[in-house]
Every structure is written in structure tokens, then in C-alpha cells.
């Protein structure tokens, strides 16, 4: 039987309010010129912010969920001059700017661990 | 060159074009075409679904979409299987009072890692910060802060092994 483990007390955790979606924490502006931020003119209307931060969660829980349901999975690349490669889908990071993938397929040989720049993706690809 | 228009449209109008089946044009005269499920906020990368043998998914990256172009809406049969294509399956339902002994023995087993826990309800809520629903395992614990989440579950997994549960 697995002996219980004492813990004193819970670390805090990583401030919720600068994970990718804050257009002034540093790690925005030097990586994510093409992120999107949320629309000026929803700032004058608090109503329409409401319906806008809803909508983004909704859609950004579908594509969470496609992640995860990629992750261990043969996935296929298709990126910029033709170069098409496959490899096992890893992790992606919050701004969606490098998939960690393993087992990379290239024309010069396999590759075990990658990280794959998504601005050289045009699309992906893989079954369920 | 034109820069295209798609990653500037914003949350509102892509929710539009969830559950409808489009072209999608994108790099160098690739063309796509799918039933929409999603499109990131973030990166505004489009999410297309193809039910053929299998279900294929295919993500065209939002800098890559030169164009998007609306087919056909889904049907009801249609969207209510685009709602499940990424769901994991359900979970088989336990009676209550199995539910209730499964929340005593996870209270008790957190309580004994020195972890403040309260019954709230039907649910069990962890230093205030975490909840955790039935059937109580490790993916049905709720919470906003990652790092307490990710403790918890590690230990709701040990119970689990140790009590030879199969995981839900």
C-alpha cells in the first residue's frame, strides 16, 4: 500500500492573469507580434465584451480540446516549399507558436525530439 | 501583399462559422474542405472535421488561411456529432451510494495527506481552490491554479491505483 505523503502546504500557483492573453506581459511582445488581442471596440461596450469573452472561451475549448485529443498521436505537417513531414504530436505552448513533437519524420532522417515553429505550418493533419 | 482578414475578424464572427462546412484556402493554393468545429482565438487556426472511414481533423494555421468560404450549415444530427468528436466517452454511471463511499474514501485519503478538504454538496472542495465532482477521479477535479491541480490529481491517481479502481 502507497504510504501517504505529508504535504505542509500548497505552493501558490502561477499568477492567472498573464497566461498568453495579456498583450503587455513581456513575454506577448517579444513572441507573439502575430497573437491576436481582444478588439478595441469592445472596450466601450461592456455588454459586447461579455458576448466577445464568451465566444473566445467556447472556441478556445474546442481547439484545447482538439490538442489534447491530438497528443501521442501520427500527425502529418504541411509547411511552407512543398516540405510535408510526420511525426508524434507532443505538446503545443499557450500561444500556439511550437509544437514539441516526437519520432519527426524529415528527408534526411528521423528526428527524436522536435520542436516544430507553427509559422512554418500551413496545416496539420490527423484521425481520431 | 494583401494580408488577409481572417485573423482579424475576432471571437463574434468565427463563432459564425462553427458547425458549417467550408472551403478553406490556405499557403500556396492548398484548399481544405471540412465542417468547421472551432477556430482558436489565440492563433485563429481553424479546426475542419471530415467524416469519412475515420474521423479526420485537419487545423489550417490562421497566418496560413487566405480565405474561407461557407458551403452549408450542419444539420442537427451533424452538429450534435461535432460536439462529441473531441468529448471523451462517458462515463458509466455509479449508483449513490457507491458515490457516496467513493467521495468518504477520498476525503479520508486527502485528510490523511494533510490536504484541507470540505464536502460541498455532492462535491468535494480542496483548499478552496479545487472542486472535485463525481465520480471523483482525477479528471473530474476542477480548479484555475495549475500547479494545486496537478498535485491533487497525482494523488487522486495513487488511491486510485492502490484501490485497483479502473480509471474513468
Redesign the interface.
Known amino acids: 500500500?502507497?504510504t501517504?505523503?505529508?504535504?505542509?502546504r500548497?505552493?501558490k500557483?502561477?499568477d492567472?492573469n498573464s497566461r498568453?492573453?495579456d498583450p503587455n506581459s513581456p513575454r506577448f511582445i517579444a513572441l507573439c507580434r502575430?497573437?491576436?488581442s481582444?478588439?478595441a471596440a469592445s472596450d466601450t461596450d461592456s455588454e459586447q465584451l461579455q458576448?466577445?469573452?464568451h465566444?473566445?472561451s467556447?472556441?478556445?475549448?474546442?481547439?484545447l480540446?482538439?490538442l489534447?485529443?491530438?497528443t501521442n498521436k501520427k500527425v502529418q505537417f504541411?509547411m511552407?516549399e512543398?516540405v510535408k513531414v510526420e511525426a508524434t504530436f507532443g505538446a503545443s505552448d499557450?500561444?500556439?507558436l511550437n509544437f514539441q513533437v516526437s519520432d519527426l519524420h524529415t528527408p534526411i532522417g528521423v528526428q527524436k525530439e522536435a520542436l516544430i515553429r507553427?509559422?512554418d505550418?500551413?496545416?496539420?493533419?490527423?484521425?481520431? | 501583399m494583401m494580408q488577409c482578414s481572417w485573423?482579424?475578424m475576432?471571437?463574434?464572427r468565427?463563432?459564425h462559422y462553427?458547425n458549417k462546412e467550408v472551403k478553406v484556402r490556405?499557403?500556396?493554393g492548398?484548399e481544405?474542405r471540412g465542417w468547421l468545429?472551432?477556430?482558436?482565438?489565440?492563433?485563429?487556426?481553424v479546426?475542419l472535421v471530415s467524416f469519412g472511414e475515420?474521423?479526420?481533423?485537419?487545423?489550417?494555421?490562421?497566418?496560413?488561411v487566405e480565405a474561407v468560404e461557407v458551403l452549408r450549415a450542419a444539420d442537427d444530427e451533424t452538429a450534435k456529432r461535432l460536439r462529441s468528436?473531441?468529448?471523451p466517452p462517458p462515463s458509466p454511471c455509479l449508483d449513490p451510494k457507491e458515490l457516496r463511499q467513493r467521495r468518504d474514501a477520498l476525503r479520508r485519503?486527502l485528510q490523511?495527506?494533510?490536504?484541507p478538504v470540505e464536502e460541498e454538496g455532492e462535491e468535494l472542495k480542496v483548499?478552496g481552490v479545487l472542486t472535485i465532482a463525481a465520480p471523483y477521479s482525477g479528471q473530474d477535479c476542477r480548479s484555475?491554479?495549475?500547479?494545486?491541480l496537478d498535485?491533487i490529481q497525482r494523488?487522486v491517481g495513487?488511491q486510485d491505483?492502490?484501490n485497483q479502481r479502473l480509471p474513468l
Not at chain 1, 4 to 8: D, F
Not at chain 1, 121 to 128: K, P, R
Request: with cysteine.
Open positions: 500500500m502507497a501517504p505523503v505529508p504535504v505542509l500548497l505552493p500557483g502561477p492567472p498568453g492573453f502575430t497573437s491576436i481582444s478588439s458576448k466577445e469573452q465566444a473566445r467556447v472556441l478556445r475549448e474546442g481547439f480540446r482538439c489534447l485529443s491530438m504541411q511552407y512543398n499557450i500561444d500556439v507553427c509559422q505550418v500551413i496545416s496539420f493533419t490527423f484521425d481520431v | 485573423p482579424l475576432g471571437p463574434l468565427w463563432l462553427v490556405a499557403g500556396k492548398e481544405h468545429l472551432s477556430v482558436d482565438p489565440v492563433s485563429a487556426s479546426v475515420a474521423v479526420a481533423v485537419r487545423v489550417v494555421m490562421g497566418h496560413a468528436v473531441f468529448l485519503w490523511e495527506n494533510r490536504i483548499a484555475s491554479n495549475q500547479i494545486i498535485r494523488l495513487i491505483c492502490t
